[in-house]
């Protein structure tokens, strides 16, 4: 039976695709080869089969290596051999710079693998979604963890970078929990998580630090780094319902306003209510926090302590725990409220993380895990828009710091 139309084209088409990849790699095997061959006879002095009194080395013998670049794996012979190298050191070995000893991938090839990686791809799917370019080549997890490790030259220098020149003026603090192995146990251990947003309104990365709890003491660490990295003035913190962080705060930075995550306070409430107040509770909770003004917010915070305190006490109480720190966002400007009444600015990067490293089910240890959220904004795979209204942020920053005396501060750093 004759083969189909369709069973025919797709033939056609794979013959045509191996043909054309095949010279493809065939020549670039020959470039590959051409310039290193060129570099090993810059370094011994003397081309193939010369003499001459430039000689600096002799030829030894070739082996095989095998390379992956953009367009596949090559096996590339590579030139062996011993030359005189500068210095005292006399005769060495010579090693290719272009292509270093146990150099298996171009750059590029390893940058794409990282940024696979880094987009929550985990090996098995790499080694499979890019097969053909592989061609066999291993890629283990020890590979991948091998390459992400490049990045820890600059999360280093990253982690400990001055701050003093950003101009932070707003600070978004939260923690997340990461999957560790710690020994030979699984572990989540807590991220605290760090955004500060510049007097221009762009919001920045400032600080991710793993630690064993979420304790004043271990946000104190965090708080305190940032101040002696030079953020000294900020005039608002947007935090959780967390003791720890809150003390934290206003310990290193005692003037900052603080504005308690209303939506963590809602979750709170309900939690001491039956199910089926949650309706009625969120609906009065939302007549305070979406209010047109401070005034209106403040009449409605009357109004559901007097309906809940009867048959909801606790409610009330956690109401009150909140207190002003609640309504802290009605002092800045209408258009910047939505993004400060809340700790979602923080809370959806940190869903964004746990997003990312879900693929992997556990890191390797701690450094692993915080050396794949930086990689995550390095590589631009999560960015950072401004605020809203930031335009209206600069005259805001001036007056508090005007008000609480931070201006002859910051110059006297300065």
């Known amino acids: 039976m004759s083969k189909s139309r369709a069973e025919l084209r797709l033939a056609t ?12 790699r ?16 810059a370094a011994m002095g003397i081309g193939w089969y010369e003499r001459g009194e430039g000689r600096r080395g002799y030829r030894k013998s070739t ?18 051999g011993r030359y005189i190298g500068p210095g005292p050191d006399g005769k060495k070995e010579w090693n290719s710079r272009i292509l270093p000893p146990y150099r298996r991938r171009t750059d590029e090839v390893e940058d794409a693998l990282v940024m696979t990686y880094l987009s929550g791809t985990n090996t098995r799917r790499i ?24 990045l820890s030259e600059g999360f280093t220098a990253w982690r400990k970078r001055d701050l003093s020149q950003e101009d932070i003026a707003i600070l978004y603090l939260d923690g997340f929990r990461l999957k560790v192995r710690l020994g030979r146990k699984v ?9 500060g947003v510049q007097t221009d309104g762009q919001r920045l990365l400032l600080s991710l630090e793993m630690r064993t709890s979420e304790s ?15 953020v000294k003035a900020p005039i608002l913190a947007a935090i959780d319902g967390s003791a720890g962080l809150h003390a934290a705060v206003q310990e290193s930075w005692p003037w900052i306003d603080i504005q308690r995550c209303t939506k963590h306070k809602l979750e709170n409430l309900n939690t001491h209510a039956p199910k089926r107040h949650y309706d009625e509770i969120k609906e009065d909770y939302h007549a305070i926090v979406y209010a047109q003004n401070e005034s209106e917010a403040l009449r409605a915070y009357r109004r559901f302590e007097k309906k809940w305190e009867k048959d909801c006490p606790g ?25 400060l ?5 923080i809370e959806r990067l940190n869903e964004e993380f746990r997003r990312r490293v879900k693929t992997q089910g556990s890191l390797p240890n701690a450094d692993a895990g915080l050396r794949l959220l930086y990689g995550l904004f390095v590589s631009g795979l999560i960015t950072l828009r401004r605020i809203d209204a930031w335009k209206e942020l600069a005259i805001v920053v001036h007056t508090k710091r005007m008000e609480h005396g931070l201006i002859k501060q910051l110059d006297h750093a300065a």
Request: net charge neutral.
């Open 13 to 24: 088409r794979a013959e045509r695709a191996e043909t054309l990849e095949g010279q493809l």
């Open 26 to 41: 065939a020549k670039t095997r020959e470039w590959i080869e051409g310039i290193i061959q060129e570099e090993f006879e």
């Open 63 to 80: 082996r095989v290596r095998s390379v992956t670049s953009r367009n596949g794996g090559h096996q590339i012979a590579m030139p062996r």
């Open 127 to 150: 080694k499979h979604a890019l097969a053909p370019l592989l061609e066999g080549a291993a890629l283990s997890k020890s590979t991948v963890s091998r390459m992400v490790a490049r």
């Open 187 to 195: 572990e989540s251990i807590p991220v605290l998580c760090v955004i």
């Open 216 to 230: 004043e003491a271990a946000w104190l660490a965090v708080t305190e780094d940032l101040s002696q990295r030079g």
């Open 315 to 339: 409610v009330v109480t956690s109401l009150q725990e909140g207190g002003d720190e609640l309504l802290t966002f009605f002092s800045y400007p209408e258009g910047m409220r939505k993004m």
């Open 341 to 345: 009444r809340t700790t979602n600015s």
